[in-house]
């Protein structure tokens, strides 16, 4: 079913996002995480890809297992090492197991790489790959959002002017990049409708369950932990300490993002699923099953 379509009938719609594991063992694990995670009903699951486009294969293989197991899955796609051929081949397989959404990002460099080069006839830009699959295919189109800003441009208003050129060439929904102060989101949202965009813009969560890792997402990405939070967080004398205000930081989130209005949750889930499990059941009780 498409992103936009569930998005429209249910009053709050919960994702989770997985990445390609690197062994047997850590798949093995991803799906017994994400069995534990099916009891909430997700609106959609959706896979990354690794650095660099690295897991193109494997992305795909975990995309369409869940699509098998009766999930509805949304399949990244980026323009890493990718010519127009290649995602035309990658679009067509999708679209011929009956994937129906796509999360259509420009992505990271090759590993290695500071600046973002495009493969000849491959694509420089998301934009042009929203343009090019709205196009050729009948997918249903989301991009990504930065609350703070893309970390490659620090002027968050011509940002924005990009993700609307995004939206204005065909993508149907916004997932945004995770952010650990509400207040980012929701001046986000004021500037979005401002500048004239109207798709369901769903908010990123990531749990802060150890402290470092986090804090090298937050680098990677340009997201800020605000000084209160990261205090207090490192306040917490031991890591089973710092899990649990962690989880409790992400679940008042939830909670303040539910209670003004917002209708979606996409949860980094880094593979795991207890800590999600833990908010969403301080949320919104245990699931009928």
């Not at 009948?138 to 993700?163: M, Q, S, T, W």
């Not at 402290?211 to 680098?219: A, D, E, G, S, Y």
């Not at 031991?238 to 989880?247: A, D, L």
Request: hydrophobic fraction near 40%; aromatic fraction near 10%; include cysteine.
């Amino acid at each position: 079913m498409r992103v936009r379509d569930i998005l429209k009938e249910r009053d709050l719609a919960i994702s989770f996002e997985f990445f390609p594991p690197k062994s047997h063992q850590e798949e093995e694990a991803l799906f017994e995480n994400l069995e534990r995670l099916k009891k909430w009903n997700p609106a959609f699951v959706s896979v990354t890809y690794g650095a660099g486009g690295s897991t193109h294969d494997k992305s795909l293989g975990i995309a369409y297992t869940m699509k098998e197991q009766g999930l509805n899955v949304v399949a990244h796609l980026t323009c890493v090492e990718a010519t127009k051929e290649d995602l035309a081949r990658t679009l067509d397989w999708l679209a011929e197991r009956g994937i129906e959404n796509i999360l259509a990002l420009r992505g990271d460099p090759p590993q290695g790489e500071k600046t973002f080069r495009p493969v000849p006839g491959g694509f420089q830009y998301a934009y042009q790959l929203v343009e090019f699959i709205k196009k050729g295919w009948d997918f249903c189109v989301g991009v990504a959002g930065y609350p703070e800003g893309h970390i490659e441009n620090p002027d968050k208003e011509a940002d924005l002017r990009y993700l609307k050129l995004k939206v204005d060439k065909g993508a149907d929904f916004v997932v945004t990049q995770l952010f650990f102060d509400n207040r980012f989101f929701f001046d986000f949202l004021k500037r979005a409708k401002a500048i004239g965009i109207k798709v369901p813009i769903i908010p990123g969560i990531m749990p802060i369950t150890n402290l470092k890792q986090v804090m090298r997402f937050t680098q990677l990405c340009g997201a800020t932990i605000p000084r209160a939070l990261l205090e207090w967080l490192e306040e917490g004398n031991t890591p089973e300490e710092v899990r649990r205000r962690g989880i409790e930081h992400a679940h008042l989130q939830c909670k303040e993002l539910v209670e003004r209005g917002i209708k979606a949750l996409h949860f980094y889930t880094l593979n795991r699923s207890r800590a999600t499990e833990e908010i969403l059941t301080r949320l919104l009780g245990e699931p009928e099953v």
